[in-house]
């Protein structure tokens, strides 16, 4: 069973072939195919059909094993008590001759075999055809020898002669009920994936002419300016243009936090609009999205392959002729022991059906689907098994400072208010002296309409205050040194020491020089210095307990950043990290990191931006603290879709977590056949007289992959957590 293991995209021209064709075509080629959906992922439509389609199988087929099975047993044991009730269920049945009900048996069999088990044989068929063996070659071999005995017994009949067609049709549909219940463990594996294809709406308010149409998603167009109502979703990453509102993106980025969103800010498809109708203008659309460049790597992901899983895929292919050779073994030697053909080849059956190496085959790739699922719900996307896999195996662990432990933009820290005249009103009438909150609304009034960092730090410091201001008036942008203004009757100006030169303001003397990291902003009211406004690149909040978390689970932490030392060195302090190197440009970062890896270490680099590239792609593990807009440049084998330092141990904790079910479901699966495969020979007869009947072990191989699925599904639950940290 390799439902979750093996996946494959196809592109292509649609002036070329059609779409049924194409599926014909793969199909005819001994493959499955399906067309995606708008509505949700090709991964789960194919894990839904495939629960429906085996289920049903399963059913019928089991249903039709215990019928052949109570039909059977007037036919080896004579009639009994339970026979007799069910003659008066089953008259004419029970009342065939016994070649007749065995020739009833055979049609029923093959009947059911054809219909039910096709894919199976197929499956084995094509890999010998191959030269190679899978986990369908055993049961297609064992039921196949099960169905042609009874066969023969049915046309040649003779005493001692025992059919087994219910053997044939219970262990057909154990195992269909295996595929059933793999294939509903994917579909929920895959709940995170399809939620995320659902969320972008099918619909958009596009206005054209001033006149508002809602139109079909596929007619909007970059550049189109679309409405967006309270409790709506939006359709396309976009820029607003109108009004002011929050939005939901937990669905993208695992964060809960509502996110304001003003004229100039960036909206992506699939976030939920809380509380404001805007209008916006469309960027990206379609595959485009950020939306759909998340749903693709998750599902890539999730197809892909992890190194433990390859192991477990050298180990199949000896284990399958290893098993073979045991079946034969066993038949030989019950048939030299015993001198009976049925005894001999029940065994070789029973051996060959609980050696079904479904539980190994999906030991891997099973706790592999759930991770990346779960990780997607996190805001963590792994872009396969193998960087999954490298996550989990760390030694050291590199931050960048700006935009990974630091939130990447100066935030306003302090306003000083300088000595001022009065305020002069237009009438010539002086008020009091201005307040900070005066000079605070004056400036974010007059910054409003700058794109600098510095002016959306003084406006976001005001709104937090509370602040309310009327606009500015004849604001003009000065690159690279500031701004002037006419904000309530004054002339205001906002920038640098040069720009004071340039206005020849004298700047105030004797004030205490701005501190390590620390930018200053200064102010002027009617060519009077009025106020200085410090702001510096603040500490995320959680990255202290971010960094404390990674040294709890035995990590070397260290910062490389390309500020000075004495930028770097408080923001190392408050975040607990001893261990920094200043002052380096990308191939400095590069060639620490190289030297750490030559040391013995298993490293990981965790990074936000173009500069960090280099490095990610050298470390062992790169982390890439993703926004959206850098989502698919970004060169980790880890997206971040939280920009917050609390997400790395997440990411590290899911990658160990399920390393860990990976090694529990190997070793539950060697386990399993280390103990099934003796008993299906008949190791206990000698003792206790005790065989396993081919049913029963076909019930013991869907057990083994219930157990694999169960143990992989606790992934979809995970959180970091003491208890659930593991351990190093």
């Known amino acids: 069973m390799d439902l979750m293991a ?40 194919q894990a839904r ?68 088990g096709r894919g199976i044989y197929l499956s084995a068929i094509r890999a010998l055809r191959h030269g190679a063996t899978n986990m369908n070659t055993l049961v297609g071999l064992g039921t196949a020898v099960a169905f042609a005995y009874s066969a023969y ?7 001692g002669r025992q059919v087994y067609f219910d053997a044939v049709l219970l ?33 958009a308010r596009r206005i054209v002419d001033g006149v508002q149409t809602v139109v079909p998603l596929e007619e909007v167009r970059p550049g189109d300016s ?61 595959e485009a999205t950020v939306l759909a460049q998340i749903t693709r790597m998750v599902e890539q992901a999730q197809g892909s392959r992890a190194p433990m899983e390859r192991l477990a895929d050298r180990a199949s292919t000896i284990f399958v002729p290893t098993v073979l050779g045991l079946a034969a073994i066993t038949f030989v030697a019950w048939l030299l022991v015993s001198h009976s053909l049925q005894l001999a080849l029940a065994n070789t059956v029973a051996v060959l059906v609980i050696a079904c190496p479904c539980a190994m085959g999906l030991a891997v790739p099973a706790a592999l689907t759930v991770a990346v699922g779960r990780g997607a719900q996190l805001g963590v996307l792994f872009k396969g098994g193998e960087a999954l896999e490298r996550l989990a195996h760390l030694d050291a662990i590199v931050l960048d400072k700006t935009g990974t432990l630091t939130v990447g933009r100066p935030l306003l820290e302090t306003v000083h208010v300088l000595a001022l005249p009065p305020f002069r009103q237009e009438d010539g009438e002086r ?69 004071f030169q340039e206005f020849f303001i004298p700047l105030p003397k004797d004030l205490p020089p701005p501190g390590p990291g620390v930018t200053r902003l200064w102010m002027a009211l009617d060519n009077t210095p009025a106020a200085y406004f410090d702001a510096r690149d603040a500490l995320r909040p959680d990255a202290a307990e971010a960094v404390a978390a990674l040294r709890r689970e035995g990590l070397r932490v260290l910062m490389l950043t390309g500020d000075s030392e004495a930028a770097a060195a408080p923001i190392a302090r408050q975040a607990g990290i001893t261990e920094v190197e200043a002052g380096l440009d990308p191939a400095g970062k590069l060639a620490r990191i190289r030297a750490l890896q030559k040391e013995g270490l298993r490293v990981a680099m965790v990074g936000d931006g173009i500069n960090d590239a280099a490095s990610l792609a050298q470390a062992n593990a790169g982390i890439a603290m993703g926004s959206g807009a850098d989502l698919a440049q970004e060169a980790g084998d880890v997206l971040l879709l939280r920009t917050q330092p609390s997400a790395i141990p997440a990411a590290l904790g899911l990658a160990q977590s399920t390393l860990r079910v990976m090694r529990q479901n190997l070793g539950w699966a060697v386990g399993y056949n280390l103990l099934g495969i003796p008993l299906a020979a008949g190791l206990l007869y000698p003792f206790f007289h005790l065989l396993l009947t081919p049913w029963v072990a076909a019930a013991a ?28």
Not at 153 to 159: D, F, G
Not at 709 to 715: A, V
């Open 6 to 45: 093996h996946r494959a995209s196809v592109v292509f021209d649609p002036a070329v072939a059609a779409p049924d064709a194409l599926v014909e075509a793969i199909r005819g080629a001994g493959y499955d195919a399906v067309l995606p959906r708008a509505e949700e992922s090709a991964a789960g439509t």
């Open 49 to 116: 059909d495939d629960e429906a389609e085996s289920a049903r199988k399963a059913w019928v087929t089991i249903v039709a094993g215990a019928l052949a099975m109570l039909l059977a047993m007037p036919l080896e044991n004579g009639m009994g008590a339970l026979d007799r009730g069910l003659m008066q269920l089953l008259p004419r049945l029970y009342a065939l001759p016994a070649g007749s009900l065995r020739w009833f048996l055979l049609v029923l069999t093959a009947m059911v075999v054809v219909w039910a």
């Open 153 to 159: 017994a049915t046309l040649w009949p003779a005493r």
């Open 171 to 203: 262990i057909l549909g154990f195992l269909l009920l295996g595929k059933a219940l793999e294939a509903r463990a994917k579909r929920r594996a895959l709940s995170a994936l399809d939620s995320l294809s659902r969320l972008r709406p099918v619909t």
């Open 226 to 286: 679309i409405v967006v109502l309270p409790g709506e979703r939006f359709p396309v990453d976009a820029e607003i243009l109108e009004g002011r509102t929050t939005v939901d993106e937990s669905m993208l980025t695992g964060e809960a936090t509502p996110l304001a969103r003003e004229p100039g800010g960036r909206v992506l498809a699939g976030s939920l609009n809380y509380d404001g109708a805007v209008v916006c203008r469309a960027q990206s659309l379609g």
């Open 431 to 499: 008020t009091g002296h201005p307040t900070e909150e005066d000079l605070l609304r004056m400036a974010a009034a007059a910054e409003e309409r700058s794109n600098h960092p510095l002016a959306h730090a003084v406006v976001d410091f005001a709104r937090a205050r509370g602040l309310a201001w009327q606009p500015a008036e004849e604001v003009q942008i000065l690159p690279g040194r500031g701004l002037t203004a006419r904000v309530e009757g004054h002339d205001c100006l906002l920038g640098n020491e040069a720009l």
């Open 701 to 728: 191989m869907a057990l083994s992959s219930v157990c694999v699925l169960t143990n992989s599904l606790r992934l979809r639950r995970w959180k970091l957590s003491p208890s659930e940290a593991p351990a190093r």
